[in-house]
């Protein structure tokens, strides 16, 4: 093997790398990522997507204008969307804001449907708002403890019943109050969370007792965001209450509020007024398929935007709408108070409703994202005010548009966040190397193969002059962002010095950096620090390593000597012991045709369409793993066996033993990546 490396040009030698990066490349992106960190693939519904407000811009020293002037707010919005609709952010979208009560503006723009050239109405047309439905869950959660027939502090165990199980391995269990906050310590699942038609949907009690995830880190310690938890909370709202989830959403929510064009069903009724979902395709935008959900409570809604405006105001106003209630003021500041915070100084989460600081101002609320459709709730509540944003588009407009809304309406206050202004410290004082290493997301599917697209979602902390830097991966072919600063402000804190977001740190019981929060815009999350054996260089090495012994086995044999018959007619094998080697090329040709042939077909297939479960090819190919794991065994004895034949040259032994324990961690990669075995 080495003297064939030895024979390859420079120009061979990185055509054989691109070759061994690009299998790697393709098999992540086959698998579903996140849309925060590469192409959405997948359909995101987990309401992290970027909102990227960027600098607070200072006010315009000319008088400020007023939100409840409606023609200059209408001119303002309607300027926007010329601008974006014409940039093609979106094909079309719709904005309500309300203020004291009232709906002071509400209007769509754009087309639902491109190909029949519906414009959109903002009190007809509906778009799906996905993990904005979290906001209706937790409301229902807390009308149960209202009602008295929970306690949000109660294990959720007793509630579950027979069929749904939680696993815990930890001695604290999980609380209403903890799936409310994400903190049960949860992870996610991406495959098969949705299905392709309406039969195929599954019950949430059945979806939950097959692929409910179980609890990975210690209830309330952390923030961990899980549409599934959000799932199992509606899931326990069903029981309790007696009635589907959907129904019950309806009577003591949609129909007090008023959001007569509001549903759970999937799909929706009058399905002719919802916004056909579009993804972008170079300067055209294609429709993309209805996704059944089977994590209704979490992602299925579908929703006007005068209709959630009155959800906002009923938050705005207590639980007030009208003459009905929702809930009473007590459970709304309960919802709305920040019950976890990752750290003292960074924005936390209440009920459902998570904080940020916007140009010094306090608001709450959620992000919305699945194939097709974005949207953000944001309330006020110091001003009163909420603004609902929906587009038929992931990349959306939401984040421009809340980005100008603040600067014009609510621009740099003089009084900032809190913390905003602590003074920096000396970085000579500080041990900035401890802080260096790569961290990944919490948010990543830790117990199937979808465990792949968790490097996408790494980030890369390097100690500089001034402070620290962040740093995306680039994954070789992807432009990552430009290098974020962070400048410290104490000893485990640190600030952007550009928009005086905060990032923190924490230790484990020896000192040594164990996790980062809020590290990415300032958007709540927990990145860990992994471990050395972790590092996603180390695998690509072993990968590819890994790639060219199995390639050189195949050609020891049978592609070498098959290649002498073709040109002499004498199929001499001249290795001791062929049926060793026999052994060996068969495990590389096995692993061979794995490492190409999934990843090509699932480009093929779609990666998407993961969300509706493994397909059949997948299943199969993924036995060859379990076959190429029993051959190495076989190896591994044959290696030993090996240094024993006097038949044998040092350099065979050597060479076949080299081959075995790198096929040995190869195996130990599936192993670690959740592929050996049908993990989905």
Wanted: proline fraction near 8%.
């Amino acid at each position: 093997m080495i003297q064939m490396i030895r024979k390859l040009t420079g120009k061979q030698l990185k055509q054989v790398g691109c070759c061994i990066l690009g299998i790697v490349l393709t098999l992540a992106i086959a698998l579903p990522g996140q849309a925060k960190s590469i192409p959405q693939l997948f359909p995101s519904v987990e309401g992290r997507a970027e909102l990227d407000l960027g600098a607070p811009q200072p006010p315009s020293p000319s008088s400020l204008p007023e939100l409840s002037n409606r023609t200059e707010l209408e001119a303002f919005v309607d300027n926007f969307f010329a601008q974006e609709v014409a940039a093609k952010s979106a094909p079309g979208g719709a904005v309500a804001i309300v203020k004291d009560g009232e709906i002071i503006f509400s209007k769509g723009y754009g087309y639902a449907d491109l190909a029949q050239q519906t414009p959109v109405n903002a009190d007809l047309t509906r778009f799906r708002v996905a993990s904005i439905s979290k906001l209706f869950t937790t409301t229902a959660t807390l009308q149960l403890a209202e009602q008295g027939l929970i306690k949000l502090d109660d294990p959720i165990a007793p509630y579950l019943g027979d069929v749904v199980q939680l696993e815990n391995p930890y001695p604290e269990p999980v609380t209403f109050a903890q799936l409310l906050t994400h903190t049960d310590g949860t992870t996610k699942r991406r495959i098969g969370l949705a299905a392709r038609t309406e039969a195929q949907l599954q019950s949430l009690e059945d979806y939950l007792a097959d692929h409910l995830p179980p609890i990975v880190y210690p209830p309330g310690q952390l923030f961990s965001y899980s549409s599934h938890s959000m799932a199992l909370l509606g899931y326990l709202v069903q029981r309790i209450s007696g009635q589907p989830f959907g129904d019950y959403i309806a009577d003591h929510i949609f129909e007090p509020l008023e959001m007569s064009h509001s549903s759970f069903a999937q799909p929706p009724p009058a399905m002719e007024n919802l916004a056909t979902g579009y993804q972008q395709r170079g300067d055209r935008f294609e429709p993309v398929d209805y996704l059944y959900l089977n994590i209704g409570p979490a992602a299925a809604m579908s929703s006007t935007v005068t209709d959630l405006a009155h959800f906002m105001i009923a938050h705005l106003q207590g639980g007030r709408y009208r003459n009905s209630r929702i809930l009473q003021p007590e459970s709304i500041s309960e919802m709305h108070d920040i019950q976890f915070r990752s750290h003292p100084a960074l924005p936390g989460t209440g009920y459902g409703f998570r904080e940020r600081y916007i140009n010094g101002l306090q608001t709450i609320g959620h992000l919305g994202s699945l194939r097709g459709y974005s949207s953000s709730l944001t309330l006020i509540p110091e001003e009163n005010v909420g603004i609902i944003v929906v587009s038929n588009s992931l990349a959306g407009v939401h984040s421009p548009l809340l980005r100008q809304f603040f600067d014009r309406y609510f621009p740099i206050s003089a009084n900032p966040a809190p913390d905003a202004e602590r003074p920096t410290l000396d970085p000579s004082n500080i041990d900035l190397e401890r802080f260096a290493g790569t961290y990944r997301d919490l948010e990543y599917p830790l117990h199937t193969i979808a465990k792949l697209s968790a490097p996408f979602e790494h980030i890369y902390i390097r100690p500089t002059e001034t402070g620290l830097e962040i740093r995306s991966p680039s994954l070789f072919f992807r432009d990552p962002p430009a290098p974020q600063p962070l400048e410290p402000v104490a000893p485990l804190l640190f600030r952007q010095p550009e928009t005086g977001v905060l990032t923190a740190f924490s230790t484990n019981d020896d000192g040594t950096i164990q996790y980062a929060y809020n590290p990415v815009l300032a958007t709540m999350g927990t990145w860990a620090k992994i471990a050395w054996y972790e590092n996603l260089w180390l695998h690509l090495g072993i990968l590819a390593s890994a790639a060219i012994a199995f390639i050189s086995a195949v050609w020891v044999w049978p592609v070498h000597p098959g290649i002498r018959w073709l040109r002499t007619g004498l199929f001499k094998v001249t290795l001791p012991t062929p049926l060793a080697w026999q052994l060996v090329s068969f495990t590389g040709a096995v692993n061979l045709v794995f490492l190409f042939g999934l990843p090509f077909c699932l480009w093929l297939y779609g990666g998407w369409k993961l969300a509706y479960g493994m397909p059949w090819f997948g299943s199969m190919f993924l036995v060859l793993p379990i076959v190429s794991t029993l051959l190495t065994l076989g190896m591994a004895g044959l290696a030993l066996w090996s240094w024993r034949q006097p038949t044998w040259s040092v350099a065979a032994k050597g060479y076949y033993s080299l081959l075995t324990v790198i096929t040995i961690l190869f195996v130990a990669l599936l192993i670690y990546w959740n592929i050996l075995g049908f993990q989905y």
